[in-house]
């Protein structure tokens, strides 16, 4: 029988960290050819989360450690994972409960190493067809596709963690899944989503305002998905880190912070100055927006 190990980390969401345990224990509970084992990383949450997971932690395995932040509580989960395939899930996020079963079953009849659902829910789903869909897919397809940022919504194959870490920055699953991508030469794209994004609207260890650390952490990415050598790469990593830089001109041109958007075109001319073929290959939307901001600075310094 097969292992599944479900990763979550958690901090701070005390207000839905019950009803994202629950979704995977329905999951675990529908998953009846497979065995799953939840590995729940309390990342030194300030709130109740410890006691919350005391009461779980006969159908969980729970490890504490000081806060690190998201990326090295999933490392943590990593390291103490034996599942044969590995998956991600937010703590304020939930799955729907055939989730865990229907990416198995599809892992399985491909004998792919990645399974991706290919879109997002914005609510669990009151009923779905048993039949699940799937088909295979060149790597370089995901670039562009609204998953390709998030390691949740999808099921690795747990060796291709054997040597990869999640950085201890912000927007850490930007290089891991675009490293991930490069190193699979097929994934299996699931039609129908397979998770359930939840915006609650308050800060979690997963959402927060966008700011000089979110840029900052962005940038690294950038930086990472540059330095990727894989013989399935192809031109994922450029694609890649353009769909960035344009996600970044956005955030930022919607900040209208003068301080933020100096520090950014400073670091965004040293990248271009670098890869010069990036601010060709930006879409006509970052342009604009890019030449409104050198204005505004522009502006303000003579002003």
């Known amino acids: 029988m097969k292992k599944v190990s479900v990763i979550v980390p958690v901090y701070n969401v005390e207000k839905y960290l019950e009803r994202c345990l629950d979704s995977i ?19 030194g949450s300030p709130d109740n989360c410890a006691e919350i997971l005391e009461r779980y932690s006969d159908r969980v395995k729970v490890i504490t450690q000081e806060n690190q932040g998201l990326g090295p509580a999933r490392n943590t989960g990593l390291d103490a994972m034996t599942g044969d395939y590995v998956m991600f899930v937010d703590s304020d996020d939930v799955i729907p409960e055939d989730a865990i079963a229907k990416l198995t079953q599809v892992a399985e009849e491909s004998s ?8 997002f829910l914005r609510s669990v789903p009151e009923k779905r067809e048993a ?47 675009t490293s991930v991508f490069c190193d699979v030469e097929y994934f299996a794209a699931v039609e129908e989503p397979m998770y359930v994004y939840i915006n ?23 930086d990472s998905i540059l330095m990727i050598d894989s013989p399935y790469a192809g031109d994922i990593p450029v694609r890649q880190v353009v769909k960035g830089l344009a996600t970044l001109v956005g955030k930022v041109t919607k900040t209208r912070d003068p301080s933020l958007t100096k520090v950014f075109l400073l670091r965004l001319m040293k990248l271009l100055g670098a890869h010069p073929e990036l601010a060709r290959m930006l879409p006509l939307k970052a342009k604009f927006r890019l030449w409104k901001l050198k204005r505004t600075i522009a502006d303000a310094l003579r002003s």
């Open 25 to 43: 224990l329905a999951a675990k509970d529908k998953a009846k050819s497979v065995e799953v084992e939840i590995i729940c990383v309390n990342d």
């Open 131 to 177: 039949r699940v869909k799937w088909t295979k897919r060149k790597n370089a397809w995901i670039v562009g596709k609204k998953v390709e940022y998030s390691a949740c919504n999808k099921l690795y194959v747990s060796s291709l963690f054997k040597d990869r870490r999640f950085p201890a920055t912000l927007h850490e699953d930007y290089p891991v899944t």
């Open 200 to 222: 609650n609207g308050t800060e979690t260890i997963v959402r927060s305002k966008f700011s000089s650390k979110r840029m900052k952490g962005l940038f690294s990415g950038i």
């Open 112 to 119: 792919l190493p990645l399974v991706v659902s290919m879109d």
